[in-house]
């Protein structure tokens, strides 16, 4: 059998990192099985629904590089399919029209509360053996109600949160047809996973109690319904649930706040999954090591500081040619267009860096001008140091530009004038640099263009 998965999300609002959650498990089941990873948009509630969310996702899964094998299917799109298994549903006698009004289900509502019961529909036109419905009223639009099985259970093993079961009697005849004839949500979901073949429906708990009405659904219609597994919800920093209204960022953002799409992976598996104690790994080992065994049972919560630390162990490690176009992107927004010396820069500061924009920040030295503090410049580049800055500007100028060369040079100025490495690095990198904090001098100012070296030591 062929792992089929799918991530369905409704594009009602710009699509965080809770959600996204929701799209790698699927997608990285489907990778890990050799299946295949269905994208599927729920755009059925037109108020709400947006192409700019639409956008925003698409882009958010293919910044993460969590390419989808088939789709995107829109269920608006699917209308016709939806009437069509309705109009069998209704052939096989599955579903009956029901005329009660809004008034009389408030009254129903309200007679089960006084009573202390929970609210459900009573089954009135709910055609049995021997019963006698009232008259049908006139000029009432029915809507169209799902006979949900009577008696028994629906039981199924959730991967994540083991065996549920609901009585049936728990689940009165749920609306499957408005009364113009759309089919609602839950009957439209279970016709897409029957039609696309899900094998794994991995989604958000919030769907949990859906599950036995999709269930029997599917019965219904003569299908065996797939394998379920229920992931809890993200929490955001405060403890609440992850929700753009209380300030969750949409996803493409960290794309722009410099993070990388493998740290964000990683983060994002380990949000609600766990393989050990293992907190960095890389994409393939995600994928060699990702089943639905190790899901996790409780909310997980989203800590920024511990994806600012994921990814700058995952800048550490990446190639620095591989990061080098990260940077230069983040470099263009400043204006700043960077050269191949790119690659080595990246390589000697990525290790003080957690995002590609700090990085970037790293890099504009090479390429724009500086501007060090008024403080920094008061505290190093005093006047004591004037006569060793102007040797080690004559010997740097007359240098061959190479790492031993510049540190020869700056070796023969600290020996010439009696003074220590600080007393003399520290105001050059005041000056060539911007800031007195930066990792070996050699190494910064050989990647530094001679010119601008010498262009910088003269504004002391
Ligand atoms: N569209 C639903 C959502 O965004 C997901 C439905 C499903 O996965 O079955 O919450």
């Known amino acids: ?11 009602t609002g710009f699509i965080h990192l809770g959600n996204i959650r929701s799209a790698l498990y699927p997608w990285a089941f489907a990778r890990a099985t050799g299946g ?34 088939e789709g995107p299917f829109y269920q608006m799109q699917r209308m016709d399919r939806y009437k069509a298994v309705l109009a069998e549903m209704v052939a096989a006698g599955h579903v009956y029209p029901c005329y009660m009004s809004m008034a009389e289900l408030d009254a129903l509502r309200e007679r089960q509360m006084a009573n202390k019961e929970k609210p459900r529909y009573d089954g009135t036109w709910r055609p049995e053996p021997g019963k006698v419905l009232q008259p049908v009223p006139e000029g009432v639009k029915p809507v169209l109600r799902f006979k949900n099985p009577q008696g028994g259970v629906v039981a199924w093993d959730d991967k994540v949160k083991g065996l549920i079961e609901i009585r049936n009697d728990e689940l009165d005849d749920l609306v499957i047809a408005r ?6 949500y839950n009957f439209c979901v279970v016709v897409d996973d029957i039609d696309m073949a899900i094998t794994h429906v991995i989604r958000g708990d919030d769907h949990v109690n859906n599950t036995p009405r999709q269930i029997n659904i599917f019965r219904a219609l003569g299908k065996e319904p797939p394998v379920y597994a229920h992931l809890p919800t993200v929490l955001n920093e405060q403890g609440e649930k992850m929700s753009k209204r209380n300030g969750a960022k949409p996803v493409t953002q960290y794309r722009d706040e410099g993070y990388l799409p493998d740290a964000m992976v990683n983060y994002l598996a380990r949000l609600g999954w766990s393989h050990g104690d ?74 003080r860096c957690d995002t ?19 403080e920094e410049r008061a505290q190093h580049v005093t006047p004591a140091i004037q006569p060793a800055l102007a040797t080690l500007s004559e010997k740097l100028a007359a240098s061959a530009w190479n790492k031993a060369s510049i540190s020869a040079a700056i070796k023969e100025t600290i020996t010439a004038h009696g003074i220590k490495m600080p007393q003399l690095a520290m105001p050059v990198r005041v000056l ?27 504004n002391r």
């Not at 059998?1 to 594009?11: D, I, K, N």
């Not at 925003?56 to 293919?62: D, S």
């Not at 590609?356 to 008024?374: I, K, Q, R």
């Open 278 to 351: 293992d907190e960095i790994f890389s994409r393939a080992q995600f994928l060699e090591w990702f089943n639905l065994d190790h899901l996790g049972r409780s909310a997980a919560q989203f800590d920024e500081a511990k994806l600012r630390w994921v990814n700058a162990q995952h800048l550490k490690a990446m190639d620095d040619a591989a990061l080098a176009p990260l940077v230069a992107e983040q470099l263009l927004k400043r204006g700043i267009t960077a050269d191949e010396r790119l690659a080595a820069i990246c390589g000697l500061f990525k290790d």
């Open 36 to 69: 295949v990873f269905v994208l599927r948009i729920e755009d059925t509630d037109l108020e709400r629904s947006s192409q700019a969310a639409v956008d925003v996702i698409i882009e958010g899964m293919k910044w993460l590089g969590l390419d989808h094998d």
């Open 432 to 458: 060539v640099m911007g800031t007195a904090q930066t990792p070996s001098l050699d190494a910064v100012l050989e990647l530094q263009n001679q010119q601008t070296v010498l262009t910088r030591l003269q």
């Open 356 to 374: 590609t924009v700090a990085l970037a920040g790293w890099a504009a030295a090479f390429y724009a001008d500086v501007a060090p503090s008024a």
């Open 179 to 184: 009364p113009d004839g759309t089919p609602t």
């Open 1 to 11: 059998m062929t792992v089929r998965t799918r991530f369905a999300p409704s594009p």
